[in-house]
Structures are given as structure tokens and as C-alpha cells.
């Protein structure tokens, strides 16, 4: 229980920092905030998600093993959110952006919420990032090129220069490889990438319509139901009918239980997507796991 609670309790710097956002917006022109999602956009969240991916090593064995469960629960999600798209924004490029929640984790916060496992199980969470972040954006980078109005080749383009993925492609192959960077660069991108988190939710909570927080319609209690409970059970029941091992297990349905992505909102905004509608999704997950997400610790402890 002591261990749940630390969860919960470490959810509580996050909100924060989203209210704080709300509280200084009006102090900072809206350029400023724009300028802050690029950065966040081209280099603090790739330097998070490069040092998620390469800070520990990857065995090829782990990839077959977990890789498979993962993308399935990704594309669960891809799909279930494609359902909701009557009851979304009626332009696609907008609905891309708030689609994207459906599947996309917060990176930060599942190093956090491993803290309550073991060891040995918590120390596979690396793998599972390492391998989702590749899929997860090009997912969100496909969408919102063809919400764009882009053609394919563009698209592909545009996906295959996508930071984010350069980022963890690149961290994916530094951990499977077993090199360990030299120290002075990568204590430099790890300070990058303390960041890219604090300063995202800043923005978060700058682009929020509060009042449309605790106001749920049927689209955003649809998206934070795919992410925080169904994503989770379809987790649970795929390792349950496969035989995974126990911590494997274990593992992947924290993963899937984890809040949307505190970038979503800046990715939104890059393609020209509405990005109030994502950051409030985001907002509402966080919140939403602080309740959730130990629930399902507590189920698969």
C-alpha cells in the first residue's frame, strides 16, 4: 500500500506544474509558448526519449517477447480511437491531434510508477519504451501528415525526419548494440532531457480551457476510457491467454495503464492541429491516473 501511495503522491509535482502553466499563461505572449513547443518539438522530448531508450541495454530476445504484445495493444488503441470519430472535431487534421492520445504514454511518468515493483520487473520498462516510442510516432506523425492534406510521399517524409523517432530509433539501436556513450555527451542529454517534462506540462497548462477539465464530453471520457482502462485490460488478457512471464506480464500492463503523452499537445501543434483539445485530454488523463493507474498496480501486484 506505502508503495501505491508513492505513486500517487508522484503524480502530484505534475498537476502542479499544469496548474502553475494556467496561472503564468497570461504573462507570456503566446509567441513564447510557441517557441517553447518547438524546443520541446526538436530537442528536450527527443533527448527524453533517446535517454529512456539507450540508458539500458536491450536484448534482441526481449524485442520478440514484448515487442509483439506491445504493438498490438498500440494499434487496440489506434483502433478503438478510429471509433470515436463521429462524436470528434469535424476536422480530420484536429481530430488527428486528439486522436494521437489514444496510444501515446507518458515516458516520464513510467519511470516513476515502476517504482513500485520489483527490481527486476521495473528494469524492463526501458525495453517496452524503447520499443513503443518508434511505433506510437509513427502513428501520431502519419495522421497528422494526412490530416495536413499532404500526399503520402510527403508523409513518409515528414515521418521519417520526425524527431521523435529519429530519437528513439536511435536510442533502441544504442541499447541493443551493448555501446556505452561517451559520459560527457550523455550527462548533457540527460539535462536536456530533465526538462522536456516540467517544461511541456508548463504548456499544458497554459493552453487549458480549466472549466472544460471537470466537463468530460463524450469524446474526451471515449479517449481517457481507451487509454486508462481498456488499453490496460486488453494488457492484462493478452497475458493472460499468451502465457507471458510474470514480470513480462506485469510489465506491459503498467505500460498501458500510463496516462497519454504530455507531448501530444506539441506534436498537435507542429501539423497546425488545434492543440487545446489534446492538452486538456492530457490534463484529464493525468489527473484521471492518479487514480487508475494504482488501481491496476495493485491488480497485477
Known amino acids: 500500500m506505502n508503495d501505491l501511495v508513492a505513486v500517487v503522491w508522484a503524480f502530484l509535482p505534475d498537476i502542479a506544474l499544469i496548474v502553475l502553466g494556467g496561472l503564468i499563461a497570461g504573462r507570456i505572449p503566446a509567441e513564447g509558448w510557441a517557441g517553447l513547443d518547438r524546443l520541446n518539438f526538436f530537442i528536450l522530448f527527443p533527448a527524453l526519449i533517446f535517454s529512456a531508450a539507450a540508458s539500458r541495454p536491450i536484448e534482441i530476445s526481449q524485442i520478440l517477447s514484448i515487442g509483439v504484445s506491445v504493438w498490438i495493444v498500440m494499434l487496440s488503441g489506434l483502433a478503438l480511437g478510429w471509433s470515436l470519430r463521429r462524436c470528434g472535431p469535424p476536422r480530420f487534421l484536429d481530430f488527428a491531434g486528439a486522436w494521437q492520445t489514444a496510444w501515446r504514454f507518458n515516458t516520464a511518468i513510467a519511470f516513476v510508477a515502476v517504482q513500485a515493483l520489483p527490481a527486476a520487473t521495473a528494469a524492463l520498462m526501458s525495453v517496452i519504451v524503447g520499443l513503443a516510442v518508434p511505433l506510437a510516432n509513427m502513428l501520431a506523425v502519419g495522421a497528422l501528415s494526412r490530416g495536413n492534406g499532404v500526399s503520402l510521399r510527403r508523409a513518409v517524409y515528414l515521418i521519417a525526419l520526425n524527431p521523435f523517432l529519429i530519437a528513439s530509433l536511435s536510442g533502441v539501436a544504442v541499447g541493443l548494440s551493448g555501446w556505452t556513450p561517451p559520459d560527457i555527451p550523455m550527462r548533457a542529454v540527460h539535462r536536456l532531457a530533465d526538462a522536456a517534462l516540467p517544461l511541456a506540462l508548463l504548456s499544458v497548462g497554459a493552453t487549458l480551457d480549466w472549466r472544460s477539465i471537470l466537463r468530460l464530453d463524450h469524446f474526451q471520457s471515449g479517449m481517457n476510457a481507451i487509454k486508462l482502462v481498456a488499453l490496460p485490460t486488453i494488457a492484462l488478457v493478452f497475458g493472460k491467454v499468451t502465457g507471458m512471464a510474470p ?16 507531448a501530444a499537445h506539441v506534436l498537435a501543434a507542429h501539423f497546425g492541429a488545434d492543440r487545446r483539445l489534446p492538452a486538456t485530454i492530457i490534463a484529464q488523463s493525468t489527473l484521471l491516473a492518479c487514480v487508475t493507474l494504482p488501481v491496476w498496480i495493485a491488480l497485477v501486484r
Request: net charge neutral; proline share 6%; no cysteine.
Open 247 to 262: 514480470a513480462s506480464a506485469t510489465i506491459l500492463v503498467v505500460w498501458a495503464a500510463l496516462p497519454t503523452a504530455s
